[in-house]
């Protein structure tokens, strides 16, 4: 008996069904004015006893969470080590092309680059990540990127979880591809092993009460459908341009690569349970990467894409275990945010001539500069 039951658990490991939780990394922060930020390369250990070649931004993965209030000068340097030309880009904030960190603000290896602006955006989830032509996907999967918050007073007098790390937290939620010493490969479309803020099989230990938690989508081309297990409800409170006007009350959210929300979930009276925050993928119309099918047609296929075991199927992508409340808790969702005043139609009726032109002429592209009249 005890060999037949030592035999089916070791086919339960086997095939993934049974797997051992790693507690998520939360990310470090760095608050005030003045930031200062070290890209460098290093190694981590997705796997035990296994080192992968990564790169981070003052480690070996990811990034600090940068913590900045509106209306604050901020002064930050960033100093490349990686080895490579890179840039730094502030995605989503509001900031002059100067000091945005595009394609066209390039950092050489071993310079510095010292950006300087006024933090003009609402409270909200912004994150930094490299933005350099051809080479931003293969510098994010290799582990630079890092969150911002963005403080407000409007957000402050708000009833909301806001203790970074206790009942507010960030998880950036990626796919990668390893090969078979466990290197990154890039580029890959069999971005099959999931991770939470650099770990894999995550779980958090959250209090019995109103969670905040801030998500990114930091894959490079997957689509999530958040939810809850048992489709339970969460509350939307903000998205890429800051909080809403009040909560949304949702089971599922869509998420792209690069966007962000903020999300509320009521684990008040749940002690001693287990909850867990899935991607319900299987709910995917065909041509969304992450459905069965990358095309709108099921012959459409890309190389990898299949067998890809997350591909149009239901996954967990943390595991939440609920502790007791903290000394201090919020238990109940507001029933209002903030005053959000959207633009007048009429200033968004604006005309504008843009010019596009290929890389690479072809003859069509050289006909039309011969004879633009069509003659």
Do not use: C
């Given at each position: 008996m005890k060999k037949t039951r030592l035999f089916t658990l070791i086919l339960l490991i086997s095939a993934g069904i049974l797997s051992a939780q790693n507690p998520v990394i939360i990310p470090d922060t760095l608050s005030g004015t003045e930031f200062n930020l070290n890209l460098q390369n290093g190694t981590f250990q997705f796997y035990d006893?296994?080192?992968?070649?990564?790169?981070?931004?003052?480690?070996?993965?990811?990034?600090?969470?940068?913590?900045?209030?509106?209306?604050?000068?901020?002064?930050?340097?960033?100093?490349?080590?990686?080895?490579?030309?890179?840039?730094?880009?502030?995605?989503?904030?509001?900031?002059?092309?100067?000091?945005?960190?595009?394609?066209?603000?390039?950092?050489?290896?071993?310079?510095?680059?010292?950006?300087?602006?006024?933090?003009?955006?609402?409270?909200?989830?912004?994150?930094?990540?490299?933005?350099?032509?051809?080479?931003?996907?293969?510098?994010?999967?290799?582990?630079?990127?890092?969150?911002?918050?963005?403080?407000?007073?409007?957000?402050?007098?708000?009833?909301?979880?806001?203790?970074?790390?206790?009942?507010?937290?960030?998880?950036?939620?990626?796919?990668?591809?390893?090969?078979?010493?466990?290197?990154?490969?890039?580029?890959?479309?069999?971005?099959?092993?999931?991770?939470?803020?650099?770990?894999?099989?995550?779980?958090?230990?959250?209090?019995?009460?109103?969670?905040?938690?801030?998500?990114?989508?930091?894959?490079?081309?997957?689509?999530?459908?958040?939810?809850?297990?048992?489709?339970?409800?969460?509350?939307?409170?903000?998205?890429?341009?800051?909080?809403?006007?009040?909560?949304?009350?949702?089971?599922?959210?869509?998420?792209?690569?690069?966007?962000?929300?903020?999300?509320?979930?009521?684990?008040?009276?749940?002690?001693?349970?287990?909850?867990?925050?899935?991607?319900?993928?299987?709910?995917?119309?065909?041509?969304?990467?992450?459905?069965?099918?990358?095309?709108?047609?099921?012959?459409?296929?890309?190389?990898?894409?299949?067998?890809?075991?997350?591909?149009?199927?239901?996954?967990?992508?943390?595991?939440?275990?609920?502790?007791?409340?903290?000394?201090?808790?919020?238990?109940?969702?507001?029933?209002?945010?903030?005053?959000?005043?959207?633009?007048?139609?009429?200033?968004?009726?604006?005309?504008?001539?843009?010019?596009?032109?290929?890389?690479?002429?072809?003859?069509?592209?050289?006909?039309?500069?011969?004879?633009?009249?069509?003659?």
């Open positions: 006893g296994v080192n992968t070649t990564t790169m981070g931004v003052n480690g070996d993965i990811l990034g600090p969470t940068l913590i900045m209030n509106q209306g604050d000068f901020v002064d930050i340097t960033v100093d490349n080590q990686i080895g490579e030309t890179t840039t730094i880009h502030w995605h989503g904030m509001h900031v002059s092309a100067a000091n945005d960190g595009g394609p066209h603000t390039t950092i050489e290896p071993g310079e510095t680059w010292n950006p300087q602006f006024t933090v003009m955006d609402k409270a909200g989830t912004y994150w930094y990540h490299p933005h350099l032509h051809t080479q931003t996907n293969k510098h994010v999967s290799l582990g630079i990127a890092g969150f911002i918050i963005v403080r407000d007073d409007e957000e402050a007098d708000l009833d909301l979880p806001r203790t970074y790390g206790v009942d507010d937290f960030p998880l950036v939620i990626q796919t990668k591809d390893f090969d078979a010493q466990k290197q990154i490969i890039v580029p890959s479309n069999n971005d099959d092993v999931l991770m939470v803020n650099a770990t894999i099989d995550p779980k958090l230990d959250v209090p019995a009460q109103v969670i905040r938690f801030r998500l990114l989508n930091g894959s490079s081309q997957r689509v999530f459908n958040i939810g809850l297990s048992g489709n339970a409800t969460f509350y939307m409170i903000g998205s890429d341009g800051g909080l809403l006007s009040e909560p949304l009350a949702l089971t599922r959210l869509q998420m792209a690569p690069g966007e962000r929300a903020e999300i509320l979930i009521d684990f008040t009276g749940m002690e001693n349970q287990q909850v867990q925050l899935m991607s319900y993928a299987a709910e995917f119309p065909n041509g969304i990467y992450g459905a069965k099918y990358p095309g709108m047609m099921q012959f459409m296929t890309l190389n990898g894409y299949d067998p890809n075991p997350l591909n149009g199927a239901n996954f967990n992508i943390i595991t939440f275990d609920v502790v007791d409340q903290t000394a201090d808790p919020v238990t109940t969702v507001p029933a209002s945010l903030v005053e959000v005043i959207p633009y007048p139609e009429a200033s968004a009726n604006t005309s504008r001539t843009l010019t596009f032109t290929p890389s690479q002429m072809g003859p069509d592209q050289l006909k039309k500069i011969a004879d633009p009249a069509g003659l």
